[in-house]
């Protein structure tokens, strides 16, 4: 069975970080029942949920996505890009310890799981406000041994890779047109969100399914006119954190059953 690593919301969420939005009032006691609605639909979707405890220290430590990258051969724990985030990594080290052999990725490379896109063997990396070009030599160095390509992008207008593309099929990407370019991508299949959406690019496949923001149903409804199977979730409160669907869990595969494919 997958393994979804999850933490639960940090009390001290207001103050965490921000880059493209406004602050504004979080209901946490709402950000923690979507959350574990969320999580209850990883549990549907055939994960075993390990949720992590709450770190009052740490306002960011929802989004786990930012602190691993989690291979069939390896797990790589990120140096995130906002120092404020950087003791994270430990609780999720600790973590996936049982399950990989974890390397790390050192200074003075900053690295966000967020930037991370992989797509069969091709490892696609967001340069980005948070992830460096010195994040993707070291991982060039870590993934070219075990045969994935790395492929740097260059990401602007939003905080990650993949706030502007995620997969929504095995190579389907849902991408959002001003933030990446769709050519750095010719070998994959695109669909476009609805313009009036613009944070709807964030997806999360799992198997078959797409687990999506209630937030954004004219995109969610694209996806379904393209076939594609849609779980909504509402997602809003996280949304002013700048956090999406991704970015709360970190799937670890059986090793051979990876998610990348
Ligand atoms: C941050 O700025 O780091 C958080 N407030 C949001 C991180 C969202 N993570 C993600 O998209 N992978």
């Known amino acids: 069975m997958r393994i979804a690593i999850t933490r639960e919301i940090s009390p001290a969420l207001a103050r965490c970080e921000l880059t493209h939005l406004a602050r504004q009032p979080i209901d946490l006691e709402r950000a923690r029942e979507q959350h574990q609605r969320y999580e ?10 390990q949720r992590l405890p709450a770190d009052s220290s740490l306002p960011d430590s929802v989004f786990v996505e930012d602190t691993a990258l989690v291979f069939d051969e390896l797990a790589i724990l990120t140096r995130p890009g906002a120092p404020s985030r ?82 929504v099929g095995p190579d389907t990407v849902l991408l959002h047109p001003g933030w990446v370019s769709a050519d750095d991508f010719s070998e994959l299949r695109k669909l476009e969100i609805d313009a009036a959406e613009p944070f709807a690019a964030n997806a999360l496949l799992i198997d078959e399914t797409v687990v999506y923001p209630a937030e954004h149903p004219r995109t969610a409804e694209r996806l379904e006119r393209q076939g594609i199977r849609v779980r909504r979730v509402e997602a809003s409160e996280l949304a002013k954190a700048e956090g999406g669907v991704t970015c709360c869990c970190v799937l670890v595969p059986r090793a051979g059953q990876s998610s990348h494919r």
């Open 40 to 49: 209850a639909c990883l549990t549907d979707l055939g994960c075993a949920v």
């Open 86 to 167: 950087r003791a994270e990594v430990a609780a999720m080290a600790a973590a996936l310890a049982p399950h990989r052999s974890c390397v790390s990725i050192i200074a003075p490379a900053t690295l966000d799981g967020g930037d991370v896109l992989a797509v069969g063997r091709t490892v696609y990396v967001g340069v980005s406000g948070r992830t460096n070009a010195q994040a993707v030599e070291q991982l060039r160095g870590l993934l070219e041994p075990h045969a994935y390509r790395v492929q740097p992008v260059p990401v602007t207008g939003c905080l990650h890779l993949k706030s502007a593309m995620s997969r």
